[in-house]
């Protein structure tokens, strides 16, 4: 009797026991999905440096970021795509590209698995700027025609822009304090300030000034003299919180938005 009572509690509970994909399975994945789960989070990144922050960093913050989100936006969490398309600072060590055809493929094939699981919104929670940005927005809306389903790419640190203002004072830069602050607050064992010295830093150049390959620097600050990673906890932690509150409101408003104009219902 307490058995069936503990079974029948299970299967009408309101929370999945994980909403990482990776970590629930098929049985309860059915319960939830479509039925009480509609969404899901899709964290993208890639492997390049990142001055003195992991050089996966851009696959720790998007993932980190879904799992905070997941709950407030009612979504599951697909598997972070860990490799992506690495532009400028490919020569750096321990970091490489995947050719474009092959990421697009990937993609395409990850976005319709997730479609024929009956995903009725995906959100691709981006960690990596440069031409992965245009090859994700351009499958969303290949992939959600084809499927009539609802598909969002979101690059988290540009949306968060203003966040990163607010709580720093300054605009930020890749690797600068915005970001290294966000990994710091995801685990400060990923930061290392001891190695971090301001020659690190280069100023992004303006459009049409200059170019190189490899990029001499793999902290580049959005604005000259600005983002200089300075490694405050508390601001640290402030910026993630921010951040995963400004993603959440973006991801209901939308969706909510998607509903009420019964979009690809
Ligand atoms: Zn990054």
């Known amino acids: 009797m307490i058995l069936l009572l503990l079974l029948a509690s299970a299967a009408f509970a309101q929370q999945p026991s994980t909403r990482d994909m990776n970590d629930i399975n098929w049985m309860e994945f059915r319960e939830f999905v479509p039925s009480r789960i509609k969404t899901v989070l899709l964290p993208t990144g890639t492997v390049e440096a990142h001055g003195v922050a992991n050089n996966g960093a851009d696959n720790t ?101 203003d966040v990163t203002l607010k709580i720093f004072g300054e605009d930020g830069g890749h690797a600068g304090w915005n970001e290294t602050a966000f990994i710091q607050s995801i685990d400060r064992n990923l930061v290392h300030p001891e190695r971090y010295d301001a020659s690190l830093a280069t100023a992004r150049p303006p459009a049409g000034t200059w170019t190189a390959f490899p990029f001499p620097s793999s902290i580049i600050l959005y604005q000259p003299g600005q983002g200089y990673p300075k490694f405050d906890q508390a601001k640290a932690d402030a910026y993630f919180a921010a951040v995963t509150q400004k993603m959440s409101a973006l991801v209901n408003e939308t969706i909510s938005k998607w509903n009420a104009a019964h979009l690809f219902e």
């Open 61 to 161: 913050a998007p993932l980190a970021l879904a799992r905070s989100m997941a709950p407030r936006v009612n979504a599951m969490v697909a598997p972070v795509l860990n490799y992506g398309v690495t532009g400028s600072l490919d020569g750096y060590a321990g970091t490489f590209p995947i050719s474009e055809p092959a990421y697009r493929a990937f993609v395409s094939d990850i976005l319709t698995g997730l479609a024929r699981n009956k995903f009725q919104n995906i959100i691709i929670v981006n960690g990596h700027g440069g031409g992965q940005t245009a090859i994700l927005t351009d499958l969303a809306e290949k992939i959600g025609r084809e499927h009539r389903v609802r598909i969002m790419v979101v690059n988290w640190w540009a949306y968060c822009s």
